[in-house]
Nanobody
Framework: DVQLRASGGGLVQAGGSLRLSCAAS????????IGWFRQAPGKGREGISC????????YYADSVKGRFTISRDNAKNTLYLQMNSLKPDDTAVYYC??????????????????????WGEGTLVTVSS
């Protein structure tokens, strides 16, 4: 079975940092682009960052560019998101998702579950002011 397990969320003060992890299993991780998405209360699910499988190229939404860094460790089948300078507007449930083809197209836009091949359960990030 395919599994994507996101972890690392929590409560942090504005200006603080968190590191999210997403452990993948059940599919060929190396062959998939994988990214981070978030959904704030009352809003749609937004793609915030993605990393390609082929060359590790990365994409970021304008809302997180310069503050968040995505990375992947193919040996560990794990995706990471280092989040710095967190703001209250970053409060959301964060999801990881993988797709064989879609990466840049999913960043900075609202996405639907069918837009990516595999989704994990989310991890809640709460940033207090």
């Amino acid at each position: 079975d395919v599994q994507l397990r996101a972890s690392g969320g929590g409560l942090v003060q504005a200006g603080g940092s968190l590191r999210l992890s997403c452990a993948a299993s059940g599919f060929s991780f190396d062959d998939y682009a994988i990214g981070w998405f978030r959904q704030a209360p009352g809003k749609g699910r937004e793609g915030i960052s993605c990393i390609r499988s082929s060359d590790g190229g990365t994409y970021y939404a304008d809302s997180v560019k310069g503050r968040f860094t995505i990375s992947r460790d193919n040996a560990k089948n794990t995706l990471y998101l280092q989040m710095n300078s967190l703001k209250p507007d970053d409060t959301a449930v964060y999801y990881c998702a993988a797709d064989q083809w879609r990466c840049a197209q999913a960043v900075g836009v609202e996405v639907r579950p069918g837009d990516m091949d595999y989704w994990g359960e989310g991890t809640l990030v709460t940033v207090s002011s």
